[in-house]
């Protein structure tokens, strides 16, 4: 009997069976978020944008998870997806809500979600190149043309934004 009432208390805690959750956008405006392109794996899981800031160093996993519209290309894709990148990306935040069912309470976190509706490269930025080396490897080079997209559409509503399946790869335990 203690044991499946020790059982019972560490399902409640840890599931939380009486908290639902949902994803909402966090920013009415848009924001400008600065992130650097980090290539951690070969996984294409993986997030390859981070947020970067002054006093954040990129392995503290400040992920971010683009959603792109239609009419733009992916800044994480690309000749220009290529490691110390620094892009601006404009668009909308979201926040995970959590709502307790028994006490009414909600309360916020961050989402690693950003629906982006407009993005440049900070230059000088490096892009693969077309040419190979001696051992066959792709060749880079340093690009000092400004380069930005711009979403086209009209309504900016969540659902029209594509997701893809990413993971926090930087993730580190406490």
Known sequence: ????????????YYAKPYETFYEDRGSVDPVVITVEFVNVTGNPNCTKLYIKAPELSVTKGLAVFPSIP??????DEGDYAYAGN?????????????????TGAEYSKRS???????WEIITPYTVW????????????QMIMTPLVYEAVEDNMRPEKFKMSN?????????
């Open 1 to 12: 009997m203690l044991i499946t009432t020790f059982i019972i208390f560490v399902y409640i």
């Open 70 to 75: 239609d009419s733009i290309p992916s800044p």
């Open 86 to 102: 620094v892009f601006k990306l404009t668009g909308y935040t979201y926040e995970w809500v959590f709502h307790n069912l028994i």
């Open 112 to 118: 690693e979600r950003f629906d982006v509706i407009k």
């Open 129 to 140: 190149s077309n040419r190979q080396g001696i051992d066959g490897e792709p060749l880079n």
């Open 166 to 174: 990413y993971i926090n790869c930087l993730v580190v335990s406490p």
